[in-house]
């Protein structure tokens, strides 16, 4: 018999639940609320490219500006077969949060193109970036939205379309998306910004539980740009990453891995392997692969989701293991899952104040791209490290005050930020009173 299809859940309808429940807490009109559930403003496009065989095939691709009171709408583009409006949206929605909660002059914004990278060809992929940026470039601008990488999108690609919006302005304009190259205007300490925000935040949490590194384990669920730095920081550190995943799957050992060994031969095999490497010399080592799944229902102390979101549900919420989730992606735990969690005592270090160092950064490479002054890496490490350490303490203060979670007490905090902004504007008492 044919059992129909469960439909996809909403990831918009499920991330916006976060407003009404903070709402409570925040200092913020309802009106403002309200304005918060709708975007700005969307745009649907279709690509027409031109592949290498001589074929033509058309990708479609969405820009959402979620809200820009704060600034410019900031928000990196998705390339992914499974790139939705809805998820787009959710992601745009989350910026608008993380901006406020870090306290950064923008508002929110995300793309997303649907389509499987891994089966384009380097060219292909280049037409298709220019191709995006050519149907989107009256909705982008530094002053208006800027984009940024994100989910299989990386610096060549925002190289390639900051040279393509360039073009069409017919001058040099690197401040229209961040995540650049260094050679074309992009910032150091941009690459790893994203796990190293989060990692600033597990050294507050570290006092808070009065850890050392050596007795503290760790599983990363996905191994790309953001897995790979939180990885890195923490073995560096000498905490111990007893497990990491990507797509294919994940490996898992109990001594610890040498994290810099598993990143090099990602990156030049594109593979997971469990190597311990000497110099350009690695060795296959003794592990357990393990699925994706079984990664997440780990005994570790630091559960890193690190991949897409909603891996967490209320499914599988109530076999979490982890003592703290670190939630380096964006939207990992679904809002049902959130209760279960909070049951069983996991402490949940949330998306728009665990990965906000991504987009801290990104903004110091728009301030260095409009003032044509450049920065050195010491200098974006200290000043993310004080914006990351004030921050995660303002959230866990607000934690306490009103007795909520580390995620209640983010949103209070951004709403806050954003309540005022748009509370500056006039609300309707302020009309009603001054008719
Ligand atoms: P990336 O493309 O560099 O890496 C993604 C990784 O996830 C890859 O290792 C891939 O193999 C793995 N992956 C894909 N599907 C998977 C699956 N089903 N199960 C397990 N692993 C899977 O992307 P990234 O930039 O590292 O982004 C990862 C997450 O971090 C996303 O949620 C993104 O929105 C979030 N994030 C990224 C940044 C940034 O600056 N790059 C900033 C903030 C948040």
């Given at each position: 018999?044919?059992?129909?299809?469960?439909?996809?859940?909403?990831?918009?309808?499920?991330?916006?639940?976060?407003?009404?429940?903070?709402?409570?807490?925040?200092?913020?009109?309802?009106?403002?609320?309200?304005?918060?559930?709708?975007?700005?403003?969307?745009?649907?496009?279709?690509?027409?490219?031109?592949?290498?065989?001589?074929?033509?095939?058309?990708?479609?691709?969405?820009?959402?500006?979620?809200?820009?009171?704060?600034?410019?709408?900031?928000?990196?583009?998705?390339?992914?077969?499974?790139?939705?409006?809805?998820?787009v949206?959710?992601?745009?929605?989350?910026?608008?949060c993380?901006?406020?909660?870090?306290?950064?002059?923008?508002?929110?914004?995300?793309?997303?193109?649907?389509?499987?990278?891994?089966?384009?060809?380097?060219?292909?992929?280049?037409?298709?970036?220019?191709?995006?940026?050519?149907?989107?470039?009256?909705?982008i601008?530094?002053?208006?939205?800027v984009?940024?990488?994100?989910?299989?999108?990386?610096?060549?690609?925002?190289?390639?379309?900051?040279?393509?919006?360039?073009?069409?302005?017919?001058?040099?304009?690197?401040?229209?998306?961040?995540?650049?190259?260094?050679?074309?205007?992009?910032?150091?300490?941009?690459?790893?910004?994203?796990?190293?925000?989060?990692?600033?935040?597990?050294?507050?949490?570290?006092?808070?539980r009065?850890?050392?590194?050596?007795?503290?384990?760790?599983?990363?669920?996905?191994?790309?740009?953001?897995?790979?730095?939180?990885?890195?920081?923490?073995?560096?550190d000498?905490?111990?990453?007893?497990?990491?995943?990507?797509?294919?799957?994940?490996?898992?050992?109990?001594?610890?891995?040498?994290?810099?060994?598993?990143?090099?031969?990602?990156?030049?095999?594109?593979?997971?392997?469990?190597?311990?490497?000497?110099?350009?010399?690695?060795?296959?080592?003794?592990?357990?692969?393990?699925?994706?799944?079984?990664?997440?229902?780990?005994?570790?102390?630091?559960?890193?989701?690190a991949?897409?979101?909603?891996?967490?549900?209320?499914?599988?919420?109530?076999?979490?293991?982890?003592r703290?989730?670190l939630?380096?992606?964006?939207?990992?735990?679904?809002?049902?899952?959130?209760?279960?969690?909070?049951?069983?005592?996991?402490?949940?270090?949330?998306?728009?104040?665990?990965?906000?160092?991504?987009?801290?950064?990104?903004?110091?490479?728009?301030?260095?791209?409009?003032?044509?002054?450049?920065?050195?890496?010491?200098?974006?490490?200290?000043?993310?490290?004080?914006?990351?350490?004030?921050?995660?303490?303002?959230?866990?203060?607000?934690?306490?005050?009103?007795?909520?979670?580390?995620?209640?007490?983010?949103?209070?905090?951004?709403?806050?930020?954003?309540?005022?902004?748009?509370?500056?504007?006039?609300?309707?008492?302020?009309?009603?009173?001054?008719?």
């Amino acid at each position: 018999m044919h059992t129909p299809k469960a439909p996809e859940p909403d990831v918009f309808l499920d991330a916006i639940q976060n407003l009404d429940h903070a709402f409570k807490f925040a200092n913020i009109h309802s009106e403002a609320i309200e304005r918060l559930k709708y975007p700005k403003m969307m745009i649907h496009v279709s690509i027409p490219i031109r592949m290498d065989d001589g074929s033509m095939r058309v990708f479609e691709g969405y820009r959402v500006r979620h809200d820009d009171t704060r600034g410019p709408s900031k928000g990196g583009i998705r390339y992914h077969p499974d790139v939705n409006l809805s998820e787009v949206k959710a992601l745009a929605f989350w910026m608008t949060c993380k901006t406020a909660v870090v306290n950064i002059p923008f508002g929110g914004a995300k793309g997303g193109v649907i389509v499987n990278p891994k089966e384009l060809s380097p060219m292909e992929l280049e037409r298709l970036s220019r191709g995006f940026i050519q149907r989107i470039a009256d909705f982008i601008g530094p002053e208006t939205d800027v984009p940024a990488p994100d989910v299989y999108t990386n610096p060549m690609i925002m190289g390639w379309m900051m040279d393509e919006f360039s073009k069409i302005r017919r001058h040099h304009i690197p401040a229209v998306i961040t995540g650049k190259p260094i050679p074309l205007g992009g910032s150091q300490g941009r690459l790893d910004a994203t796990g190293r925000g989060a990692y600033f935040c597990v050294k507050e949490h570290e006092k808070q539980r009065g850890w050392k590194p050596e007795n503290v384990t760790v599983a990363v669920q996905g191994f790309g740009n953001a897995g790979q730095s939180i990885a890195r920081l923490l073995h560096a550190d000498g905490y111990r990453v007893v497990a990491v995943s990507d797509s294919q799957g994940g490996i898992y050992r109990e001594e610890g891995f040498h994290v810099p060994s598993l990143i090099q031969a990602k990156q030049s095999t594109h593979r997971l392997h469990p190597v311990y490497c000497t110099d350009s010399l690695c060795e296959l080592i003794d592990t357990s692969r393990i699925s994706n799944e079984e990664l997440l229902e780990l005994d570790v102390d630091i559960l890193v989701p690190a991949a897409l979101e909603c891996v967490i549900t209320s499914e599988n919420a109530s076999r979490i293991k982890a003592r703290t989730i670190l939630e380096v992606a964006n939207g990992p735990v679904e809002s049902a899952a959130d209760p279960v969690l909070r049951e069983h005592g996991v402490f949940v270090i949330p998306d728009i104040l665990a990965n906000a160092g991504g987009v801290t950064v990104s903004y110091f490479e728009w301030v260095q791209n409009k003032a044509g002054y450049y920065w050195t890496e010491e200098e974006v490490h200290a000043k993310l490290h004080l914006i990351m350490t004030r921050e995660y303490r303002a959230v866990s203060e607000l934690a306490e005050i009103h007795d909520v979670d580390m995620r209640t007490a983010a949103y209070i905090h951004a709403l806050t930020r954003i309540g005022e902004a748009i509370t500056a504007h006039g609300t309707k008492e302020y009309f009603r009173n001054n008719k």
